[in-house]
Nanobody, 122 residues
Framework: QVQLVESGGGLVQAGGSLRLSCAAS????????MGWYRQAPGKQRELVAR???????NYADSVKGRFTISRDNAKTTVYLQMNSLKLEDTAVYYC????????????????WGQGTQVTVSS
């Protein structure tokens, strides 16, 4: 199946910037869409940003104008550029992929990375 590995998380001061990366790997797969979700302590996991194979994007209202999602030409790596970070952006950020995997036949599936911690301080 598809494996997702996130990187780029860390500690940053409010107003600063951070760039997250997520690389997808597997034996045989096609990416339909990739995105970023986050979960803060005591809160439900929420969609942050998502990009389809066609390049369409959507963002949570709370991050519009501050975060930008992008991908590479192979559509196997997704990035999240986070600017003007706020204290409320502190959360574990998870990479997600909607992919079709080749086994005996092609099968669709939803895959998740291990998560990377983003902490915004004052």
């Amino acid at each position: 199946q598809v494996q997702l590995v996130e990187s780029g998380g860390g500690l940053v001061q409010a107003g600063g910037s951070l760039r997250l990366s997520c690389a997808a790997s597997g034996r045989a797969f096609m990416i339909n869409a990739m995105g970023w979700y986050r979960q803060a302590p005591g809160k439900q996991r929420e969609l942050v940003a998502r990009i389809t194979s066609g390049g369409s994007t959507n963002y949570a209202d709370s991050v519009k104008g501050r975060f930008t999602i992008s991908r590479d030409n192979a559509k196997t790596t997704v990035y999240l550029q986070m600017n003007s970070l706020k204290l409320e952006d502190t959360a574990v950020y998870y990479c997600n992929a909607d992919a079709t995997v080749k086994g005996i036949t092609w099968r669709g599936g939803d895959y998740w990375g291990q998560g990377t911690q983003v902490t915004v301080s004052s």
